[in-house]
């Protein structure tokens, strides 16, 4: 059974840094390609940055440069550094993991940023 816990979410003052965490169980992260998205109240849910099984790293535009995907394969963990937070960065986070259609999800977690 695949399951991916984020933590780390919280409340942060605009200009602020957060480290979001998702910790895997049922799947290695070193061998899946594993992303994070965010869902804002009354939009889509968007992806935010990616790093695939070779250890590339995608991100959306308006995260590049402030925000950084990565993973520790020991303890079968995927993070997003994120500086610099904006109040457009608010949202809850949800970590994903690729299968053979569609992705495994986490339940997802809040970010907040004032102003």
């Known amino acids: 059974q695949v399951q991916l816990v984020e933590s780390g979410g919280g409340l942060v003052q605009a200009g602020g840094s957060l480290r979001l965490s998702c910790a895997a169980s049922g799947i290695r992260v070193v061998v899946n390609d594993m992303s994070w998205y965010r869902q804002a109240p009354g939009k889509q849910r968007d992806w935010v940055a990616g790093?695939?099984?070779?250890?590339?790293?995608n991100y959306i535009d308006s995260a590049k440069g402030r925000f950084t995907i990565s993973r520790d394969n020991a303890k079968n963990t995927v993070y997003l550094q994120m500086n610099s937070l904006k109040l457009e960065d608010t949202a809850v986070y949800y970590c994903?993991?690729?299968?053979?259609?569609?992705?495994?999800w986490g339940r997802g977690i809040q970010v907040t940023v004032s102003s």
């Open positions: 790093i695939t099984s070779d250890g590339t790293t």
């Open positions: 994903a993991a690729r299968r053979n259609i569609g992705n495994y």
